[in-house]
């Protein structure tokens, strides 16, 4: 084999073998490598995410893994006048960045909190919407963070998640939709391709 074909076929190896690792192990993107939440979301786009978030004026919305911002200010923007778009993060960084491009664009509807997905600090029943993208397969425990997101939802309410195929920690459709129901969530639609897609969850209604 030339030494070429094999340089290149280590690289793929190597490659093919950090992303294993990374599934295996699920863990918050590091700061210092945000350059992958800051270059275009293909599939996933804002245009997109407003389709299957339906935010409207007034509302109360959160944001899990807001990253630095790619989708918050865009959406806090949708629910002016009167709501208020909550952001939370378990890297300060991440929402130091946020409300930093908040402030030099003038959105002022962003409320942003430290915490893990797991344990959100919020009241029951608190938000008509919440959202989420490409950060799922982050958490360790996936299940906890649904059931949690179904808690701080008014009855009724919405959850999108978001998830693009090329993330070492992307979750698939058919992995939701089987962990929706245990969490009082149900999969209602999903809006792109399955390779780049936002899920809409409902919560059930109160009885
Ligand atoms: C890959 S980035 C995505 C950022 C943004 N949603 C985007 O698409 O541009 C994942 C984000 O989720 C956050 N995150 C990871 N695990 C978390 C957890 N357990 N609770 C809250 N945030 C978490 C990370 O700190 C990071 O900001």
Redesign the pocket.
């Known amino acids: 084999m030339r030494a070429r074909t094999r340089t290149v076929l280590l690289g793929a190896g190597a490659l093919g073998a950090g992303a294993l690792w990374w599934r295996a192990h699920p863990s918050?993107?590091p700061y210092g490598q945000r350059f992958?939440?800051e270059a275009p979301?293909p599939l996933i786009t804002r245009e997109r995410l407003r389709e299957a978030l339906d935010p409207q004026p007034g509302q109360t919305a959160l944001e899990?893994?807001?990253?630095?911002g790619?989708?918050s200010l865009a959406t806090a923007r949708l629910l002016e006048p009167g709501g208020t778009l909550h952001v939370?993060?378990?890297?300060q960084r991440?929402l130091d960045h946020t409300m930093r491009r908040a402030r030099e664009a003038g959105v002022v509807n962003i409320e942003p909190r430290r915490?893990?997905?797991?344990s959100l600090p919020y009241p029951d029943a608190t938000f008509d919407a919440a959202y989420?993208?490409?950060?799922l397969g982050?958490?360790p425990e996936q299940d906890v963070?649904l059931r949690e997101l179904a808690r701080v939802l008014k009855p009724g309410g919405r959850l999108v998640v978001?998830e693009l195929l090329g993330?070492p920690h992307m979750v698939t459709t058919q992995a939701l939709r089987a962990r929706a129901p245990g969490a009082g969530l149900r999969f209602a639609r999903r809006v792109g391709p399955p390779f780049g897609y936002f899920a809409v969850l409902g919560k059930a209604a109160a009885a």
Do not use: I
């Open positions: 918050a993107c992958w939440v979301h899990v893994g807001p990253g630095t790619y989708y939370l993060d378990v890297q991440m915490g893990d997905a797991t989420l993208v490409a950060v982050e958490v963070a978001g993330d």
